[in-house]
């Protein structure tokens, strides 16, 4: 039973255009979610991170939205660079406990 | 500032045999956690390590287990290898355990069981 889920294995976006990665959860207990970008051959990094008590973070050109009604939060990235191609995890914990990871999206961006 | 390291790179097993992976954390960070990853999935947590004990724990059965030792260093043990248990085994470091959201990963082990 996957309580973290990103549907969409895959996302191509034009360099210069938003990148709108999307991730779903089940569980009502969590209360902190973040998101990490993994490199071929290299460890997941920290990205961005969201409380439960917000519903908007921003840092530079990415932004995390969160919707705690429909248990679902975003990625938002603008302007996509060729750079930001990478497979992006959402993930969530339910106070101080270990994170559960989505299966990830692998993001293109075309220049 | 050395990040969190990790050895081997990759490695290749054959089923029934055991493994030991080794991870070293980051600088100033006492706690250890250890992640697998299938291919097509997210990262899946093992289990954590702080002050040399176990502390938490994830759906893993007891073939799986772990050491920390006082230089905060950390090994992961599997013992009677399946196929399934083919994958990237990335371990992650933080300053304590409840700073758990400042987790830094390390490149990761890639085990091929055959």
């Known amino acids: 039973d996957q309580q973290v889920k990103q549907n969409s294995p895959s996302l191509s976006v034009q360099e210069g255009r938003i990148s709108i990665l999307n991730c779903d959860y089940t569980?009502?207990?969590?209360?902190?979610f973040l998101w990490y970008k993994k490199y071929p051959a290299e460890g997941p990094t920290f990205l961005i991170s969201?409380?439960?008590?917000?519903d908007k973070n921003e840092d530079g050109r990415f932004t995390v939205f969160l919707n705690k009604s429909a248990k679902h939060l975003s990625l938002h990235i603008v302007p996509s660079q060729p750079g930001d191609s990478a497979v992006y995890f959402c993930a969530a914990r339910p106070g101080n406990t270990p994170l559960v990871f989505g299966k990830g999206t692998r993001l293109s961006v075309i220049a | 500032d050395a990040g969190v390291t990790q050895s081997p790179t990759h490695l290749i097993k054959t089923r029934g045999q055991q493994v030991t992976l080794r991870c070293s954390p980051k600088?100033?960070?006492?706690?250890v956690s250890w992640y697998q990853q299938a291919l097509g999935q997210g990262p899946q947590f093992i289990f954590q390590?702080?002050?040399?004990?176990?502390?938490q724990r994830g759906n893993f059965p007891d073939r799986f287990s772990g050491h920390q030792f006082p230089n905060y260093s950390s090994e992961l043990n599997v013992n009677a290898l399946l196929l399934g248990d083919s994958a990237l085994y990335l371990c992650a470091s933080s300053p304590t355990p409840d700073r758990g959201n400042e987790q830094y990963f390390g490149p990761g082990t890639r085990l091929t069981v055959t």
């Open positions: 390590y702080y002050e040399e004990e176990e502390r």
């Open positions: 969201i409380s439960s008590i917000k």
């Open positions: 600088s100033g960070h006492d706690t």
């Open positions: 569980n009502s207990m969590f209360d902190y």
